[in-house]
């Protein structure tokens, strides 16, 4: 169905109050794109393309002028209730009124934006109406500034005596993310680069600055900048422009005059010689916990030939393996892997680049010693680069990846539309033109004459990076007692603001702790809010056209797409029975395998090889079932790949090369493994209740037990044991990579031995291409397997690791996709997630998130919470799950439990995606047959289906549980009766 859209208008014509500014053609995302300004000020860009995944955005320069949080505790705030929808989280409420495929608000260093997309037209308009309202009508109260900007509370809220807190949702989040390395990398850059400037503030809020934001600050802050003169709207997609303005102009233009406000940031005064700055971070591994990163301010981000040529650059010497700023400085062994921030960094207003290590050692003269060994290493390489001259070949190459990011069209990660907004934002917010970060042919083509006629590149490395005295060198590591100083700190600063509180005072903490209480215990009714309703639910999946065939033991697929010129190629061989020892070996198999050698190229130059001619490559080891039962399994490893179509062949090639002739090397294979050990070992931390939810799942399983070892705590401790050695073995490195080699080498020849399932998805004239290098590598006829991991056994288990929270689960094996209370399942997981769970562990617990998952798939139900203070609270809360559905539930809650459920039905795709879905779904069974009929049975879900398949199912005897703590739980979950094996990460 196409709604009746009116043509797009030309320069110089009004829409109402807008006028047209410019009308510009986009070749490269077949769009165009059309610029307009209200009377009063306010920007819109409108991006027309034939997309039914429709954006809106409005985006707001928030320059903050110190560290109090402002513009992050605002951005909370917008979301707490509005005019329209005095709700108390309106966001959180319309997520299951919605079909939306994003919904978010972000607050960046100097901006803050409110951007969703939905594939329904009604859904969109809904959503616009509520966006709206909370960014230029909240209601800004008081107990919302108090309950997540910052407050005082007594430890027991209504007795004055007891101790003095300060609490509050953003000062805890700022806590909390000032204890991770990443971000206080993040915030130490801006203030080491531009100390002058908004950036040297923390924009989120410096825990120690929180308390000093008044709830007046606040509110002049929103009249200042949430404004239309100071507005950045956006709208993207197959849609009515006019419609969209309008809309705009009833709901909001019609309450506002024109207002000044000087949002500018001026020039950062250069440094006269290059500076150092050492800044710490909680944490206690001072083995590998320190990072060093040179930074180098460069010229104005908004100009776009230096933005295209520093991209291009940065690509040059840091893009692959093999280039040549990479290289020396993984091989030297001074850090595991590239620091954070690495690259060019256009997030300032001068721009930036970066480049340096992570993984160092981080105390006393050694950590110093290698700070000044990466600084030397860098500076030295680059003047090596610049008196040497680079390879035109890896130029040519990296100017190839920039020709694909710009004709690749995918919603893979996030909806292209949203890429859209921000490639456009970040010149336009900055002052510059808005359709060079659409369209840079212009660009280009002069890059291109420059290439021509002389270096490019290399006087850039000189003038900019080698001859630049405004460069920093930030030194980052873990200080174990820092934790401890920080709690000290803020019983000073408590101790200091309420030295002078009186009785009058404190009784007025008391009240108010009330009276925040009072609120969020008050019903609120969210049929205030607009929404959909089950007849929006799309009976119907996805059908793209593809044709298959046979080409010796392979299943070909090939997908026609308006690719956008790339090809994609996907090749899943099912495995033969894999012996055991081979199991855990695997994901490491495909880790290593598109990062080292093969057919005789070394993995530098197989790295160059992959850089020149495909846009990426790719291998990983998944565990599936039938959509009749969860413990028939079948393992296989894909490897996937894609390249502009003109390449189409070398791409073959290149994976022909990797499945069939790998080549591992003992030295850049311990390189490998410690780069996916310090990654895996900083997720931990961040991602802690899916390693929970896995090693919960393992018990009861059989595919999750598979997927515990491939990338659960399990996998953890098997690529620990290699790396690190067991107790008193850790010098047998050499042997235990000697044994990995070997296992590696059997792997090659079983996978060869498997059963090929290959999908090629391209422009219609490019289909065709020739896939036999690939198919005929596959000769062998051994069966396809069908593994029976062993079940772990089913007794709580708890990991014990570096953090001050919880990350709690529960989970349960239930019943195969076909099974008919299956859907019913699916439903009670949104339920539970968006009526119970959030309330009782985020609300009430104080954690940073909770919810329950059903894969629908694997038949694995599960429950976690995320940074949770709790553990025996949160289990309660799991097991009081079944009485909650006894309560007051009805029609509402279930319509968007059910239409939260259909959301994970419908992905959003894009030609990259959609064809090798239907294949790959088709081939084990998922037909378009299978997934309707269960949309179907969703649909006429009831309450006491939920009741039903909750006591059939969820039942205590049949959960298994696990945690990730950063101390024994036993003590406390006494009561509940868990008796747990506890082990250390
Ligand atoms: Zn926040």
């Given at each position: 169905?196409?709604?009746?859209?009116?043509?797009?208008?030309?320069?110089?014509?009004?829409?109402?109050?807008?006028?047209?500014?410019?009308?510009?053609?986009?070749?490269?995302?077949?769009?165009?794109?059309?610029?307009?300004?209200?009377?009063?000020?306010?920007?819109?860009?409108?991006?027309?393309?034939?997309?039914?995944?429709?954006?809106?955005?409005?985006?707001?320069?928030?320059?903050?002028?110190?560290?109090?949080?402002?513009?992050?505790?605002?951005?909370?705030?917008?979301?707490?209730?509005?005019?329209?929808?005095?709700?108390?989280?309106?966001?959180?409420?319309?997520?299951?009124?919605?079909?939306?495929?994003?919904?978010?608000?972000?607050?960046?260093?100097?901006?803050?934006?409110?951007?969703?997309?939905?594939?329904?037209?009604?859904?969109?308009?809904?959503?616009?109406?509520?966006?709206?309202?909370?960014?230029?009508?909240?209601?800004?109260?008081?107990?919302?500034?108090?309950?997540?900007?910052?407050?005082?509370?007594?430890?027991?809220?209504?007795?004055?005596?007891?101790?003095?807190?300060?609490?509050?949702?953003?000062?805890?989040?700022?806590?909390?993310?000032?204890?991770?390395?990443?971000?206080?990398?993040?915030?130490?850059?801006?203030?080491?680069?531009?100390?002058?400037?908004?950036?040297?503030?923390?924009?989120?809020?410096?825990?120690?600055?929180?308390?000093?934001?008044?709830?007046?600050?606040?509110?002049?802050?929103?009249?200042?900048?949430?404004?239309?003169?100071?507005?950045?709207?956006?709208?993207?997609?197959?849609?009515?422009?006019?419609?969209?303005?309008?809309?705009?102009?009833?709901?909001?233009?019609?309450?506002?005059?024109?207002?000044?406000?000087?949002?500018?940031?001026?020039?950062?005064?250069?440094?006269?010689?290059?500076?150092?700055?050492?800044?710490?971070?909680?944490?206690?591994?001072?083995?590998?916990?320190?990072?060093?990163?040179?930074?180098?301010?460069?010229?104005?981000?908004?100009?776009?030939?230096?933005?295209?040529?520093?991209?291009?650059?940065?690509?040059?010497?840091?893009?692959?393996?093999?280039?040549?700023?990479?290289?020396?400085?993984?091989?030297?062994?001074?850090?595991?892997?590239?620091?954070?921030?690495?690259?060019?960094?256009?997030?300032?207003?001068?721009?930036?680049?970066?480049?340096?290590?992570?993984?160092?050692?981080?105390?006393?003269?050694?950590?110093?010693?290698?700070?000044?060994?990466?600084?030397?290493?860098?500076?030295?390489?680059?003047?090596?680069?610049?008196?040497?001259?680079?390879?035109?070949?890896?130029?040519?190459?990296?100017?190839?990846?920039?020709?694909?990011?710009?004709?690749?069209?995918?919603?893979?990660?996030?909806?292209?539309?949203?890429?859209?907004?921000?490639?456009?934002?970040?010149?336009?917010?900055?002052?510059?033109?808005?359709?060079?970060?659409?369209?840079?042919?212009?660009?280009?083509?002069?890059?291109?004459?420059?290439?021509?006629?002389?270096?490019?590149?290399?006087?850039?490395?000189?003038?900019?990076?080698?001859?630049?005295?405004?460069?920093?060198?930030?030194?980052?590591?873990?200080?174990?007692?820092?934790?401890?100083?920080?709690?000290?700190?803020?019983?000073?600063?408590?101790?200091?603001?309420?030295?002078?509180?009186?009785?009058?005072?404190?009784?007025?903490?008391?009240?108010?702790?009330?009276?925040?209480?009072?609120?969020?215990?008050?019903?609120?009714?969210?049929?205030?809010?607009?929404?959909?309703?089950l007849?929006?639910?799309?009976?119907?999946?996805?059908?793209?056209?593809?044709?298959?065939?046979?080409?010796?033991?392979?299943?070909?697929?090939?997908?026609?797409?308006?690719?956008?010129?790339?090809?994609?190629?996907?090749?899943?061989?099912?495995?033969?029975?894999?012996?055991?020892?081979?199991?855990?070996?695997?994901?490491?198999?495909?880790?290593?395998?598109?990062?080292?050698?093969?057919?005789?190229?070394?993995?530098?130059?197989?790295?160059?090889?992959?850089?020149?001619?495909?846009?990426?490559?790719?291998?990983?080891?998944?565990?599936?079932?039938?959509?009749d039962?969860v413990?028939?399994?079948?393992?296989?490893?894909?490897?996937?790949?894609?390249?502009?179509?003109?390449?189409?062949?070398?791409?073959?090639?290149?994976?022909?090369?990797?499945?069939?002739?790998?080549?591992?090397?003992?030295?850049?294979?311990?390189?490998?493994?410690?780069?996916?050990?310090?990654?895996?070992?900083?997720?931990?931390?961040?991602?802690?209740?899916?390693?929970?939810?896995?090693?919960?799942?393992?018990?009861v399983s059989?595919?999750?037990?598979?997927?515990?070892?491939?990338?659960?705590?399990?996998?953890?401790?098997?690529?620990?044991?290699?790396?690190?050695?067991?107790?008193?073995?850790?010098?047998?490195?050499?042997?235990?990579?000697?044994?990995?080699?070997?296992?590696?080498?059997?792997?090659?020849?079983?996978?060869?031995?498997?059963?090929?399932?290959?999908?090629?998805?391209?422009?219609?004239?490019?289909?065709?291409?020739?896939?036999?290098?690939?198919?005929?590598?596959?000769?062998?006829?051994?069966?396809?397997?069908?593994?029976?991991?062993?079940?772990?056994?089913?007794?709580?288990?708890?990991?014990?690791?570096?953090?001050?929270?919880?990350?709690?689960?529960v989970a349960f094996s239930t019943v195969p996709y076909t099974h008919a209370d299956s859907p019913a399942l699916l439903v009670l997981s949104r339920l539970l997630r968006s009526e119970y769970l959030?309330?009782?562990?985020?609300?009430?617990?104080?954690?940073?998130?909770?919810?329950a998952s059903f894969d629908a798939?694997s038949g694995v139900f599960a429950m976690?919470?995320?940074?949770?203070?709790?553990?025996?609270?949160?289990?309660?809360?799991f097991r009081d799950a079944r009485q909650f559905l006894d309560t007051d539930l009805g029609e509402r809650e279930l319509t968007e439990a059910i239409l939260g459920a259909s959301?994970t039905l419908?992905?959003?795709?894009?030609?990259?995606?959609?064809?090798?879905?239907?294949?790959?779904?088709?081939?084990?069974?998922?037909?378009?047959?299978?997934?309707?009929a269960y949309k179907a049975r969703l649909l006429s879900v009831t309450l006491d289906d939920l009741r039903r398949v909750m006591d059939t199912h969820l039942t205590p005897e049949r959960a298994a549980?696990?945690?990730?703590?950063?101390?024994?739980?036993?003590?406390?979950?006494?009561?509940?009766?868990?008796?747990?094996?506890?082990?250390?990460?």
């Amino acid at each position: 169905m196409t709604a009746t859209k009116s043509p797009l208008p030309g320069v110089g014509e009004t829409l109402g109050r807008y006028t047209v500014e410019r009308v510009e053609t986009l070749p490269e995302m077949s769009g165009q794109l059309v610029l307009l300004r209200h009377e009063n000020g306010a920007r819109h860009a409108h991006v027309a393309r034939e997309d039914d995944n429709l954006v809106f955005g409005v985006t707001f320069p928030t320059v903050p002028k110190d560290s109090t949080g402002v513009a992050h505790i605002l951005e909370h705030n917008v979301l707490m209730g509005s005019q329209k929808y005095p709700v108390p989280d309106p966001f959180f409420s319309m997520i299951p009124r919605s079909l939306n495929t994003f919904m978010n608000a972000m607050t960046a260093g100097d901006w803050t934006t409110y951007p969703f997309s939905t594939r329904n037209v009604q859904d969109y308009f809904n959503l616009l109406s509520v966006y709206l309202d909370a960014t230029f009508f909240p209601l800004l109260r008081y107990e919302s500034f108090r309950q997540d900007g910052h407050r005082f509370e007594f430890e027991t809220p209504d007795d004055p005596t007891s101790t003095l807190k300060l609490q509050g949702v953003v000062y805890n989040e700022m806590k909390g993310a000032m204890a991770s390395p990443g971000s206080v990398m993040w915030r130490s850059f801006g203030k080491a680069l531009y100390p002058d400037l908004t950036y040297a503030n923390n924009s989120g809020g410096s825990p120690e600055n929180i308390p000093e934001l008044t709830y007046e600050d606040l509110r002049a802050f929103h009249a200042a900048h949430y404004h239309p003169s100071n507005a950045y709207f956006y709208s993207y997609g197959n849609q009515d422009l006019g419609r969209v303005l309008d809309a705009i102009e009833e709901h909001v233009m019609t309450r506002f005059q024109k207002q000044e406000l000087d949002v500018s940031i001026p020039d950062q005064p250069s440094f006269s010689e290059p500076r150092r700055v050492d800044v710490s971070y909680p944490g206690s591994d001072t083995e590998r916990g320190g990072q060093v990163l040179l930074g180098w301010k460069l010229g104005y981000a908004s100009d776009p030939d230096a933005s295209l040529r520093w991209n291009v650059l940065s690509d040059v010497l840091l893009g692959n393996a093999g280039a040549p700023l990479t290289r020396p400085l993984i091989e030297s062994g001074l850090g595991a892997q590239l620091a954070d921030l690495t690259g060019y960094r256009d997030d300032f207003r001068e721009a930036a680049f970066a480049v340096g290590l992570k993984g160092l050692p981080a105390s006393g003269e050694e950590s110093d010693g290698k700070a000044d060994a990466v600084q030397e290493l860098v500076l030295s390489t680059l003047r090596q680069i610049a008196e040497e001259g680079i390879d035109p070949a890896l130029i040519e190459a990296s100017l190839h990846q920039f020709e694909i990011s710009q004709k690749e069209v995918s919603n893979a990660g996030y909806p292209y539309g949203l890429g859209v907004m921000f490639r456009l934002l970040g010149p336009w917010l900055s002052g510059g033109d808005p359709v060079t970060g659409l369209r840079l042919d212009a660009e280009l083509g002069r890059l291109r004459d420059d290439l021509k006629r002389g270096r490019v590149f290399e006087p850039m490395i000189e003038k900019w990076l080698l001859q630049n005295p405004h460069r920093v060198t930030l030194v980052v590591r873990p200080d174990p007692a820092l934790a401890e100083r920080t709690e000290q700190a803020e019983r000073e600063l408590v101790e200091r603001l309420s030295k002078d509180f009186t009785d009058e005072d404190r009784a007025r903490i008391v009240r108010e702790s009330l009276n925040l209480k009072n609120l969020q215990g008050q019903e609120s009714d969210p049929n205030v809010l607009p929404t959909l309703t089950l007849a929006d639910v799309p009976a119907q999946v996805p059908r793209p056209a593809y044709e298959t065939e046979r080409s010796g033991r392979a299943l070909v697929g090939r997908v026609p797409q308006p690719t956008g010129g790339l090809t994609y190629l996907d090749v899943k061989v099912r495995l033969p029975e894999l012996p055991r020892d081979l199991l855990p070996v695997l994901p490491l198999y495909t880790f290593a395998v598109t990062r080292s050698g093969a057919a005789g190229q070394d993995y530098v130059s197989l790295a160059r090889r992959i850089e020149a001619v495909t846009g990426g490559i790719g291998a990983s080891a998944g565990v599936g079932n039938g959509p009749d039962t969860v413990d028939d399994l079948r393992l296989s490893v894909s490897f996937s790949g894609k390249a502009l179509a003109r390449n189409a062949g070398e791409l073959v090639a290149v994976l022909r090369d990797v499945i069939a002739a790998p080549e591992f090397d003992r030295e850049r294979l311990r390189q490998l493994l410690e780069q996916r050990l310090a990654g895996m070992k900083a997720s931990v931390v961040s991602a802690g209740n899916a390693y929970a939810e896995r090693l919960a799942s393992a018990q009861v399983s059989p595919g999750a037990a598979l997927g515990e070892q491939f990338s659960g705590l399990t996998a953890l401790a098997t690529l620990k044991a290699i790396v690190e050695g067991a107790e008193g073995q850790a010098d047998d490195l050499e042997g235990r990579l000697d044994a990995l080699l070997a296992q590696f080498g059997r792997l090659t020849t079983l996978i060869t031995q498997g059963e090929p399932l290959v999908c090629l998805t391209a422009l219609p004239e490019d289909v065709g291409l020739d896939l036999t290098p690939v198919t005929t590598l596959f000769q062998g006829d051994a069966p396809v397997g069908h593994p029976r991991p062993q079940l772990a056994a089913q007794v709580p288990q708890a990991r014990t690791t570096d953090s001050p929270v919880a990350f709690n689960a529960v989970a349960f094996s239930t019943v195969p996709y076909t099974h008919a209370d299956s859907p019913a399942l699916l439903v009670l997981s949104r339920l539970l997630r968006s009526e119970y769970l959030l309330a009782e562990i985020r609300e009430k617990g104080g954690a940073y998130g909770g919810g329950a998952s059903f894969d629908a798939r694997s038949g694995v139900f599960a429950m976690s919470s995320y940074r949770d203070p709790n553990i025996a609270r949160t289990y309660g809360v799991f097991r009081d799950a079944r009485q909650f559905l006894d309560t007051d539930l009805g029609e509402r809650e279930l319509t968007e439990a059910i239409l939260g459920a259909s959301k994970t039905l419908d992905p959003l795709t894009s030609p990259d995606t959609v064809g090798r879905l239907r294949f790959y779904g088709d081939q084990s069974g998922f037909t378009p047959e299978v997934q309707e009929a269960y949309k179907a049975r969703l649909l006429s879900v009831t309450l006491d289906d939920l009741r039903r398949v909750m006591d059939t199912h969820l039942t205590p005897e049949r959960a298994a549980y696990a945690l990730v703590a950063g101390k024994d739980p036993s003590e406390d979950t006494a009561e509940l009766g868990l008796k747990w094996d506890v082990q250390g990460i």
